[in-house]
């Protein structure tokens, strides 16, 4: 929560991965992704399956020559 609160002091562009609901997250992202579970494993998963999905875009926005 500090870091994102650092964050929008300085303008960025902020991006949290959570869990249900948000928590206290919720109102300072920009870009929330909640998974809509209480159970951490589920949430885990779900989050790792997302990792892949950015770092799969980023990849292809470097080959590609364009920027995300």
Do not use: K, W
């Not at 650092?6 to 959570?18: C, F, Q, V, W």
């Amino acid at each position: 929560v500090n870091a994102l609160e650092a964050a929008r002091a300085r303008s960025m562009t902020t991006i949290g991965l959570t869990g249900e609901g948000g928590g206290r997250m919720a109102q300072l992202c920009d870009h929330l992704f909640a998974v809509p579970s209480a159970s951490t494993p589920a949430i885990q998963q779900v989050h790792l399956c997302l990792y892949h999905c950015f770092c799969a875009g980023v990849e292809a926005a470097i080959a590609d020559g364009t920027t995300a």
